[in-house]
């Protein structure tokens, strides 16, 4: 790359931005007006409502026996209390909004103080209405004073210190300096604040250097000028970087001003000076942070045709970039191995270490060496982008020419459309989380065969009756060949031994939950009659087998197939799959399966093929589950398997991966045969 080409295309893209007026004022100008003007309305309108809320004359009743006079008097100490007369319907007058305060004294209550015996008070108050909750909490201070009081005077009638019932006092005492305080103050919100002004900073110049180009025509005047992809590329990435900084520096600095302002003027005593050092690392961080966002907004934003449809596509990877974010700063979130090299969650949990003085040397080198990482993936994939003349010119994106679409895929033919059959299973999702779980909840046999039948399968054939597509390419409804049925039976009886070896891995570092374990154990302890038995077979292995695969490798499978490469394919439905049973402790082994049954439609072209691998898993797991111990001394959960299992199960793995490779689609060994005879 020619780092005065690249120097050009930077200088031009920042001049043109702050040409803008409306660019500026929404930069610099709008976050120095904004966040004063916010603060001090909400300030002033949270003070006026407090106020009122306390000079409220809180509306008490009181019913039951005579209320004790030394009880009387405390509550009528508070002027903002009063007694008022007994509703008919107390708490339906509480609801209405005409009663704040109900307490329901008991009758004997004078006898049983006076004999030293314990009374019991009813406070009724409505907790959804805040000024009823405001006068409860009058009320209970009031209370808990008259409490002592009355304790007090019974130890004086008997001759007793207070400290009788004081044997203890607890002093706590905070070994926490002041500036350790005040790191720990910000950890909690500056981490956020940070990634969230730095990611919407770069959200409208990634979308105005790309759309919005190709809307305004000159991003395609690029292509007659002896450019590299590579060289747009960094130029346009590294405006956004900058503009994305210069935004996100004023809005911080107005914030921590306003912040720091009120702060100085409150009574609150904490230390939020931070040292030379802190600033550095903090400052090294977020430009990866901003690296890693900018990359990624400018890399989705290049994919749309106009402003409006960047806009459309870069709102859900904002909502997305938001999401770990937050989930960073939930109580109890460190910085683990694990975390350090998920995006987004290892920057933001990193500059929370920093800011509590917890930050090592090793936490640095992982996180920002895998932010880099995932930044020039990112840009490469620009590139790439950017290499498509079709795509610079304004026509929708095809993934099938970004990532190629080499053989083996389906047929392309007239069908369901990747994005309907993408919201197709969106909407299965929502359907089966809410109302799936519901009707499992109810009756667990029963709510799983509704689920697959109504949520899965029938929004697939409803939509292909909608859209009048043809079934057999929509859905691969075609049979496999011979050898591509044996692979499938070989790998369907021995997937079992891998899936079983992972997940006892697996439970030495994630073990399952409980909870799982016991949804379990509830489909097997169904009676074991014969009626009893087929139905948790035809329930467990062959339902899912034929429901599942209708979404998965029939809908899905077939709508990607047409865009992308084969093997891209296998992997995009794979991990769909995985995500969709909704566990991380399932996830790597429903994953692993949604591979190979991806793999088998691919090389087969059958959704029949994944049907049988389905169905023959889930049978033969199910068979272990409920007759292992008599036939291998050895059941699901207890371990590692036999041995020789082991042995038996590889052979057949080896064997079924082997027919699968060499297994074609009989449309396409049709095609071969006769340009054969020709």
């Known amino acids: 790359m020619r780092a005065s080409i690249i120097r050009t295309f930077v200088a031009k893209e920042i001049r043109e931005t702050l040409r803008d007026k409306r660019t500026l004022f929404t930069m610099i100008l709008l976050p120095i007006v904004l966040y004063p003007g916010m603060m001090l309305l909400i300030?002033?309108?949270?003070?006026?409502?407090?106020?009122?809320?306390?000079?409220?004359?809180?509306?008490?009743?009181?019913?039951?026996?005579?209320?004790?006079?030394?009880?009387?008097?405390?509550?009528?100490?508070?002027?903002?209390?009063?007694?008022?007369?007994?509703?008919?319907?107390?708490?339906?007058?509480?609801?209405?909004?005409?009663?704040?305060?109900?307490?329901v004294v008991p009758p004997d209550s004078a006898k049983r103080l006076g004999a030293g015996g314990t009374i019991e008070l009813e406070v009724y108050y409505d907790q959804a209405n805040d000024i009823s909750r405001d006068v409860h909490e009058r009320v209970q201070k009031r209370i808990e004073h008259w409490r002592k009081l009355l304790i007090e005077a019974r130890l004086r009638d008997r001759g007793l210190p207070v400290d009788t019932i004081r044997p203890l006092r607890v002093t706590s005492k905070n070994l926490a300096p002041p500036h350790r305080v005040g790191g720990y103050v910000l950890a909690q919100f500056l981490p956020m604040l940070i990634m969230l002004t730095v990611i919407l900073g770069a959200f409208h110049p990634a979308i105005d250097l790309t759309a919005g180009e190709k809307e305004r025509g000159t991003l395609q005047t690029l292509l007659t000028a002896p450019i590299r992809s590579t060289e747009i590329v960094t130029g346009k990435f590294?405006?956004?970087?900058?503009?994305?900084?210069?935004s996100g520096f004023f809005n911080v600095v107005s914030l921590a001003l306003v912040f720091s302002h009120n702060l100085a003027l409150s009574s609150v005593q904490v230390d939020l000076r931070l040292?030379?050092?802190?600033?550095?690392?903090?400052?090294?961080?977020?430009?990866?942070?901003?690296?890693?966002?900018?990359?990624?907004?400018?890399?989705?934003?290049?994919?749309?045709?106009?402003?409006?449809?960047?806009?459309?596509?870069?709102?859900?990877?904002?909502l997305i970039c938001i999401v770990p974010v937050i989930v960073a700063q939930l109580p109890g979130f460190e910085?683990?191995?694990?975390?350090?090299?998920?995006?987004?969650?290892?920057?933001?949990?990193?500059?929370?270490?920093?800011?509590?003085?917890?930050?090592?040397?090793?936490?640095y080198f992982v996180v920002i060496s895998t932010s880099l990482l995932y930044t020039v993936l990112v840009l490469l994939?620009?590139?790439?982008?950017?290499?498509?003349?079709?795509?610079?010119?304004?026509?929708?994106?095809?993934?099938?020419?970004?990532?190629?679409?080499?053989?083996?895929?389906?047929?392309?033919?007239?069908?369901?459309?990747?994005?309907?059959?993408?919201?197709?299973v969106a909407v299965i999702f929502i359907l089966l989380y809410y109302v799936g779980s519901w009707l499992q909840h109810k009756n667990l046999i029963g709510g799983l065969l509704l689920s697959q039948y109504l949520l899965l399968a029938l929004p697939v054939v409803l939509l292909l009756v909608v859209r009048r597509a043809d079934p057999v390419d929509a859905l691969a409804l075609r049979l496999p060949s011979w050898r591509g049925v044996a692979g499938v039976v070989a790998l369907g009886l021995s997937s079992w031994v891998i899936l079983v070896g992972w997940?006892?891995?697996?439970?030495?570092?994630?073990?399952?939950?409980?909870?799982?374990?016991?949804g379990l154990d509830g489909l097997v302890e169904l009676p074991r009659t014969p009626q009893g038995i087929a139905l948790l077979f035809f329930g467990v292995a062959l339902t899912p087998a034929i429901c599942e695969e209708l979404v998965f490798r029939g809908l899905l499978f077939s709508a990607l197939a047409r865009r992308l490469s084969g093997r891209a394919t296998v992997a995009l439905t794979a991990v769909a799959f995985g995500l969709f049973h909704l566990s991380i402790h399932r996830?790597?082994?429903?994953?692993?399966?949604?591979?190979?049954?991806?793999?088998?439609?691919?090389?087969?072209?059958?959704?029949?093929?994944?049907?049988?691998?389905?169905?023959?898993?889930?049978?033969?797991?199910?068979?272990?589950?409920?007759?292992?111990?008599?036939?291998?001394?050895?059941?699901?959960?207890?371990?590692?398997?036999?041995?020789?299992?082991?042995?038996?199960?590889?052979?057949?793995?080896?064997?079924?991966?082997?027919?699968?490779?060499?297994?074609?689609?009989?449309?396409?060994?049709?095609?071969?045969?006769?340009?054969?005879?020709?």
């Open 587 to 678: 996830f790597v082994g429903t994953a692993f399966l949604g591979l190979l049954m991806g793999l088998a439609v691919w090389r087969t072209g059958s959704i029949v093929s994944s049907m049988l691998f389905h169905a023959l898993h889930n049978g033969v797991v199910l068979a272990l589950s409920l007759w292992g111990r008599s036939w291998l001394a050895w059941q699901p959960g207890e371990g590692f398997p036999p041995k020789w299992s082991w042995i038996v199960g590889a052979c057949g793995f080896v064997l079924g991966l082997a027919l699968l490779a060499r297994a074609r689609p009989e449309s396409q060994a049709g095609a071969d045969e006769r340009s054969a005879s020709q």
């Open 503 to 518: 997940q006892e891995l697996q439970n030495r570092v994630l073990p399952l939950p409980r909870e799982l374990l016991r």
């Open 335 to 363: 910085l683990s191995r694990g975390l350090a090299v998920v995006p987004a969650v290892n920057v933001a949990l990193l500059l929370k270490q920093i800011l509590l003085g917890r930050a090592i040397a090793e936490h």
């Open 381 to 424: 994939a620009a590139a790439r982008i950017f290499a498509e003349q079709s795509i610079l010119l304004g026509q929708p994106a095809s993934l099938r020419a970004l990532l190629g679409n080499r053989g083996g895929s389906l047929p392309e033919r007239p069908t369901i459309a990747p994005a309907e059959a993408v919201t197709a």
């Open 43 to 103: 300030s002033q309108v949270a003070a006026v409502q407090v106020t009122k809320m306390r000079e409220t004359k809180g509306r008490i009743a009181i019913s039951g026996g005579a209320i004790p006079a030394s009880l009387a008097r405390e509550l009528l100490r508070d002027e903002t209390l009063r007694v008022v007369e007994l509703p008919r319907e107390p708490r339906t007058a509480i609801r209405a909004r005409k009663l704040e305060v109900w307490i």
């Open 275 to 318: 040292s030379l050092t802190t600033i550095l690392l903090l400052f090294v961080v977020v430009i990866v942070m901003g690296l890693f966002f900018a990359s990624l907004m400018l890399t989705v934003a290049v994919l749309a045709r106009s402003y409006k449809e960047a806009q459309t596509y870069l709102t859900p990877v904002y």
């Open 238 to 246: 590294l405006a956004v970087v900058a503009i994305a900084f210069f």
